[in-house]
C-alpha cells in the first residue's frame, strides 16, 4: 500500500495539521471539471469559475471532474436551491463506478431535499470496493441554511483516514480498520457534481416527490479545489513516492476533534452504527455511546426506499425513470 502513497501526502499534514486549506490554488471549471449530462442544465457562469446545474422536468445535470485522484483534499463552495426542494438530490462525490462496475469505490456528501420550510439534510457515506451492501450513512442538520448562500464542503482522502468538512469544519472522520478491509475507498476515484431526481428515495424515505412546478431546481458550485494526485486508474505508479512515515496523517488535531465532537452532539440526526434495523450487530468500526445511542432515537429512523445506487442512475432522465417505475 505504501507504493500507493502520494508525495502530496505530506502537503495533506500541513492541512491537518492546521485545519485550513485557505492557501490551495482554486481551478476554474475548465481546469478540472468537464461536462458529464445534462446538455443546457449545466451552465458555466462568465467568470468561469462557477456554475449551475439545474433539474427539470426534462432532465438533471452534472460534472465530472477530468482527472481520477488517487487521496487528496476536494472541494467545492456550493449553494442549494432555495423553498420546496422535496426529493431533490444534490450530490458532491467520489466514485470509480465507471472503471469498476462490481467492486468500485465512493465517498459522498449528499444533500437531500425537503418540504417547504423544513431544512436540507446532509448525508455522508462511503463504499469500498463494492461493498454496497454496507451503507454507512450518517445524515445531520446544518447550523445554517444551505440555499442562503455558498458554503465550502470538502473530502480529505488519505491512505487511512476519510475526513468531510463542512465549512473547514470536521464533522465525520473515517478511520481505516483492519476489520473493514477492501471496504475502505483504496482506487483512484473521480469527482462527481450533480443535480437529480431522488423521488421514492430522498425526502423522508420518499414519501415526497419532486414536485416540478417548482422547476428549475438550480444549485450553484464554485471554487473548486482539486488538490490529489492525479493517476491512470490502471497504471498507479506516477503516484508513487518514498513513503516516510511522517507524511502519513495520524489525525486530526485536538481543537478539530473537539469541534467535530460538538457538531455531532448537536446536529447527527442519523448514524448507521445505531440502525438496528439494518445491522443486528453494527460494522466492526462502529463504537457505541449509549449517550449518543439515546439522542438519536429522538429522531424518526427514516428507512430510505431500497439501495440506490450511485452512477447510471443518478443520471437517467425522468422518463426512463417513470418508465422504469412502471414495470
Ligand atoms: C474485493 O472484493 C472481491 C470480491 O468482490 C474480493 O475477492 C476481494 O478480495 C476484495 N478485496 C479486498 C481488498 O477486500
Redesign the pocket.
Known amino acids: 500500500m505504501n507504493s500507493y502513497l502520494c508525495i502530496l501526502t505530506f502537503v495533506f499534514h500541513v492541512l491537518l495539521v492546521s485545519g485550513s486549506s485557505r492557501n490551495l490554488p482554486i481551478l476554474s471549471f475548465d481546469e478540472g471539471y468537464s461536462h458529464l449530462f445534462g446538455n443546457d442544465n449545466l451552465m458555466v457562469l462568465k467568470d468561469g469559475k462557477s456554475v449551475h446545474i439545474s433539474l427539470d422536468e426534462r432532465t438533471g445535470s452534472g460534472f465530472v471532474s477530468q482527472d481520477l485522484y488517487l487521496h487528496g483534499f476536494f472541494s467545492a463552495s456550493i449553494k442549494l436551491p432555495a423553498d420546496y426542494t422535496a426529493g431533490v438530490v444534490v450530490a458532491f462525490y467520489m466514485s470509480n463506478g465507471d472503471i469498476f462496475e462490481?467492486?468500485h469505490d465512493e465517498i459522498d456528501f449528499e444533500f437531500l431535499g425537503n418540504i417547504r420550510g423544513k431544512n436540507w439534510r446532509i448525508q455522508t457515506n462511503i463504499y469500498g470496493?463494492?461493498s454496497t451492501n454496507v451503507g454507512r450513512e450518517e445524515r445531520y442538520g446544518l447550523w445554517f441554511d444551505p440555499s442562503e448562500d455558498f458554503h465550502q464542503y470538502s473530502i480529505l482522502w488519505t491512505e487511512n483516514q476519510i475526513v468531510f468538512y463542512v465549512d473547514r469544519v470536521p464533522i465525520r472522520e473515517i478511520k481505516r480498520t483492519q476489520e473493514m478491509?477492501?471496504d475502505f475507498p483504496s482506487k483512484p476515484m473521480s469527482l462527481y457534481a450533480t443535480i437529480w431526481d431522488g423521488s421514492g428515495w430522498a425526502t423522508n424515505g420518499g414519501r415526497y416527490g419532486v414536485n416540478y412546478k417548482y422547476a428549475p431546481y438550480v444549485a450553484g458550485f464554485s471554487d473548486f479545489v482539486l488538490h490529489g494526485c492525479a493517476v491512470n486508474p490502471l497504471d498507479q505508479s506516477k503516484c508513487q513516492a518514498a513513503p516516510t512515515s511522517d507524511s502519513v496523517p495520524s489525525g486530526i488535531d485536538g481543537e478539530q476533534q473537539m469541534k467535530m465532537g460538538n457538531f455531532r452532539k448537536k446536529h447527527m440526526q442519523y448514524s448507521y452504527c445505531y440502525d438496528r434495523t439494518r445491522y443486528k450487530v453494527p460494522p466492526s468500526e462502529c463504537v457505541i455511546n449509549a449517550k449518543e445511542a439515546e439522542r438519536l432515537r429522538g429522531f424518526d429512523p427514516v428507512t430510505f426506499g431500497g439501495v440506490h445506487h450511485h452512477g447510471k442512475r443518478r443520471h437517467r432522465t425522468r422518463s426512463t425513470q417513470a418508465k422504469a417505475s412502471s414495470i
Open positions: 462490481k467492486n470496493n463494492g478491509g477492501g
